[in-house]
Every structure is written in structure tokens, then in C-alpha cells.
């Protein structure tokens, strides 16, 4: 089971540049789970990430207080 972490540290986990694992919730409810994906861009003002995916290289938006888990 995956344990809590404080917001400072997952933006932190994200801003080094290592490839992460994460959930997240969407806007309409549902659980989102990124598998290797790296932090492209943070934006400080509306606390969003530029998240990439390493197998696709798709880019995904994510609010950083919607994670769930690192």
C-alpha cells in the first residue's frame, strides 16, 4: 500500500528530474495512475505540472494537490 507524503516533498520528487509513478484524481472523479513519467515544467502561480510519459511521450497536466501517491 502506497504511503502518504506532504505536497513539499512530492514537488520536490517531481522537480529532480527521476522517473516517478503517480496517481492522481481527475476532474470528473475518476483515479488516474502515470507509470515512468518525468516533471517537464511547474507552474508556481496555478501549482500545475507538465508530467511526460517515458514509453509515449505523451504530455499530461496535473494539479499538484490532486495526487494521491508517489
Known amino acids: ?3 502518504s507524503i506532504h ?3 512530492a514537488r520536490s ?3 529532480s528530474g527521476d522517473p516517478v509513478d ?3 484524481w481527475k476532474f470528473y472523479g475518476s483515479i488516474l ?3 515512468n513519467c ?3 515544467r511547474y507552474y508556481f502561480f496555478g501549482g500545475w505540472h507538465t508530467a511526460k510519459l ?3 511521450g505523451e504530455l499530461k497536466p496535473l494539479n ?7
Do not use: K, N, V
Open 7 to 9: 505536497i513539499s516533498t
Open 33 to 35: 495512475h502515470l507509470r
Open 64 to 70: 499538484t494537490a490532486e495526487i494521491i501517491t508517489i
Open 22 to 24: 503517480i496517481s492522481f
Open 1 to 3: 500500500m502506497a504511503r
Open 38 to 40: 518525468i516533471s517537464m
Open 54 to 56: 517515458l514509453s509515449s
Open 13 to 15: 520528487m517531481l522537480d
